[in-house]
Each structure stands twice: as C-alpha cells, then as structure tokens.
T-cell receptor, first 112, second 113 residues
C-alpha cells in the first residue's frame, strides 16, 4: 500500500509557540488530503480537508487561524498549530485520498 | 450529523476465541462503511469496506463484517483470533467514497496466547 510519513513523530513545546507538522506521501501524488486529531481514548476527529492548490475546508468548531494548513504540493502538506496551548495537546494524523485513504503514523503534540 | 458508536472500548480474548466488535452509526443517507486496524506503532490500515451489494463483506486476515441496514450496524467478526490480531480497531462511516470519514472511538483488542 501507499506510504505516508509525518514529521516529527512527537514534539513538546512551550505554550505560546507555533509548531509545524509535515505530512508527505512517499510513493504517490494525490490532490486531496485530510487532517485529524485524536484525544486519548477518543475517536479520530476530522479537522479539515484540503485540495492541492486551494484553501482548506475546516470542520465546524475548528479555528482556521489557529490550525494553518498548507497543501503545498501533491506530496506535501503541513499543519501549523499557532500559539499552541495545553488544550491543543493531542495526536495529529494526516491522510491522503487516492482511491482510498492512506494514513500517516501520527504526531503527538504536547504543549507545556 | 453522522456519528459512529463502538460498544466496546477494551476487549481481552484468548487465542482461538471468536471475536465480534460492535459498530452502530447514524446517518440519513447512503453510507459507506469501513473497519480500520492500527497495530502497535503502525499506521491505520484498511481492514475491509462496504459500499454496496452483498452485506457480508470479507476483508484481510480472516476478518468479515455484516452490514445490517435495519439496525444501522456494521459489526466486525473473526471466528478464531490470533495473538497477532492485538491492535486497535476503528469503525468509520463515509460519504462520497473514502472522503470525509467519521470514526468511532476505537476498540482496543488484546489477544493472549
């Protein structure tokens, strides 16, 4: 199956700083990708959908100015958590849609 | 709004036991249904899917699921589990194929030898 990587796999930062998470598809190009977040013992919640070359569509309740998504190319998407706070601590997972959804391994963000 | 409910958060079984994980969904239109598996330290992987046709769907590694429209259910089954089935299992509902998946909370399965 297709391979999707995320970097970093985990990050710890101070409150108020910004954190960028990269998501790469390693062996295919796809126009559509998704970002999810998962709190402990809870479901994956879709945050946003983006198509390469256009703005992301955010789900209800997700602040677009706080979670900046840049779908820079068919193989790279980034999620930037701006001015992170402890409540943003979570597991962030990206996926690419190419006939089916292929998921990255996730990035664990801890904000102190 | 769509939602997915998985009944069991943790399941512990011995090898060779039978498995059934419950999944119920709420959605007013045509749905596509999925089960994903996440082995320790690995990515989410597609286990099986239902789009249309035969409501009994067979997936990889001996898993199957049955879509019962009247019960809004898509339960996952395996007649005899193995230690290697230890993982977390997620039920998901989608509209428009694989797009915009709504996930259940997941069921953590531990299989003891």
């Amino acid at each position: 199956g297709a391979v999707v990587s995320q970097h970093p796999s985990w990050v710890i930062c101070k409150s108020g700083t910004s954190v960028k998470i990269e998501c790469r598809s390693l062996d295919f190009q796809a126009t559509t990708m998704f970002w999810y977040r998962q709190f402990p013992k809870q479901s994956l919640m879709l945050m946003a959908t983006s198509n390469e070359g256009s703005k992301a569509t955010y789900e209800q309740g997700v602040e677009k100015d706080k979670f900046l998504i840049n779908h820079a190319s068919l193989t790279l998407s980034t999620l930037t958590v701006t001015s992170a706070h402890p409540e943003d601590s979570s597991f962030y997972i990206c996926s690419y849609s190419y006939n089916e959804q292929f998921f990255g391994p996730g990035t664990r963000l801890t904000v102190l | 709004a769509q939602s997915v409910s998985q009944h069991n958060h943790h399941v512990i079984l011995s090898e060779a036991a039978s498995l059934e994980l419950g999944c119920n969904y709420s959605y007013g239109g045509t749905v596509n249904l999925f089960w994903y598996v996440q082995y320790p330290g690995q990515h989410l992987q597609l286990l099986l899917k239902y789009f249309s046709g035969d409501p009994l769907v067979k997936g990889i590694k001996g898993f199957e699921a049955e879509f019962i429209k009247s019960k809004f259910s898509f339960n996952l089954r395996k007649p005899s589990v193995q230690w290697s089935d230890t993982a977390e299992y997620f039920c998901a509902v989608g509209s428009g194929g694989y797009n915009k998946l709504i996930f259940g909370a997941g069921t953590r399965l531990a299989v003891h030898p």
